[in-house]
């Protein structure tokens, strides 16, 4: 199957379409065009459409509705849901500032201090 994200003016995804790869085929080669042309004739419109990849195969990450489409990096990017959280360019992906201690402990993430502390749960429980 063929995955297609509907694009808004604001290069937000509004919803994510599903076809038939036989859709896309076009002098035997899959055309992402030919996917775009159909949901256009079949919506009767000239949105914009751009296929992304359930496997994550390329643009990055697999489109859902109220990603950002980034032309720049042509990638599909989730919404950011903490002002703290920095995007990863290789992954367009957010995430902590600084990585998750690696010592085994458990920790969270406190964003009045801006880092990892050890979890209060864990520390009420010893």
């Not at 290789?90 to 500032?97: A, F, G, N, V």
């Not at 010592?103 to 209060?120: A, H, L, M």
Request: hydrophobic letters at 30%; aromatic letters at 12%.
């Amino acid at each position: 199957m063929a995955h297609f994200a509907r694009i808004d003016s604001n290069n937000i995804v509004t919803r994510v379409h599903v076809l038939n790869n036989a859709v896309l085929m076009k002098d035997g080669e899959e055309n992402e065009q030919q996917g775009v042309e159909f949901l256009q004739n079949l919506y009767n419109n000239n949105d914009r459409y751009i296929q992304t990849s359930y496997n994550q195969n390329f643009r990055k990450n697999y489109a859902g509705k109220g990603y950002t489409y980034d032309q720049a990096r042509d990638a599909f990017i989730p919404p950011k849901n903490c002002s703290y959280l920095v995007l990863n360019e290789d992954t367009c992906l957010w995430e902590h500032p600084t990585p998750y201690p690696d010592d085994g402990g458990n920790y969270i993430w406190e964003e009045d201090s801006n880092g990892w502390i050890t979890n209060p749960k864990e520390l009420e429980d010893a």
